[in-house]
């Protein structure tokens, strides 16, 4: 299933974030694709929140992937840059095969990068500049997955 949305603001992206957050579960993944400062992390502010971790959300381009968990929430975020990953090796260094067998929810930002790794059933998430604030956000989940039907944000 396909849906589009649209956001005129970091704001808006974090509520919609927020909104999607609050239906994932422990075993999804999110395969972002975007450019550069097109709003991957911000969404995945917006995520975290949602699922209750909270907004303390950084970009993982230097450190690879960062790990939001709370002592009281029985779901973490696992958020992936892939954007230096050119092999299996290399992503075998990262946890990424490891974090798949726990009840988190992966988010994974240069994901074409890994696009033979990732899950089918993977929901995909492609974000597009529409201006400085404004942003095109498209998520793709597999045929029968309506959990994202009914989002107002």
């Given at each position: 299933m396909?849906?589009t949305?649209?956001?005129?603001?970091?704001?808006?992206?974090?509520?919609?974030?927020?909104e999607?957050?609050?239906?994932?579960?422990?075993?999804?993944?999110i395969?972002?694709?975007?450019?550069?400062?097109?709003?991957?992390?911000?969404?995945?502010?917006?995520?975290?929140?949602?699922?209750g971790?909270?907004?303390?959300?950084?970009?993982?381009t230097f450190?690879?992937?960062?790990?939001?968990?709370?002592?009281?929430?029985?779901?973490?975020?696992?958020?992936?840059?892939?954007?230096?990953?050119?092999?299996?090796?290399?992503?075998?260094?990262?946890?990424?095969?490891?974090?798949?067998?726990?009840?988190a929810?992966?988010?994974?930002?240069?994901?074409?990068n890994?696009d033979?790794?990732?899950?089918?059933?993977?929901?995909?998430l492609?974000?597009n500049?529409?201006?400085?604030?404004?942003r095109?956000?498209i998520?793709?989940?597999?045929?029968?997955d309506?959990?994202?039907?009914?989002?107002?944000?």
């Amino acid at each position: 299933m396909k849906h589009t949305y649209k956001t005129a603001s970091p704001e808006q992206t974090i509520r919609l974030g927020e909104e999607i957050g609050k239906r994932l579960h422990g075993g999804d993944v999110i395969a972002y694709r975007g450019g550069l400062g097109v709003g991957k992390t911000t969404i995945t502010r917006g995520i975290s929140t949602g699922l209750g971790l909270g907004d303390e959300v950084t970009s993982p381009t230097f450190a690879l992937v960062n790990e939001y968990r709370k002592r009281d929430c029985n779901i973490s975020l696992i958020h992936f840059d892939m954007y230096r990953i050119t092999s299996a090796e290399d992503l075998e260094t990262t946890g990424f095969y490891d974090h798949m067998d726990e009840d988190a929810v992966l988010a994974v930002e240069w994901s074409e990068n890994i696009d033979d790794e990732l899950p089918e059933n993977c929901i995909r998430l492609t974000i597009n500049r529409l201006s400085e604030d404004e942003r095109e956000l498209i998520l793709e989940t597999a045929d029968g997955d309506d959990r994202f039907e009914d989002i107002s944000y």
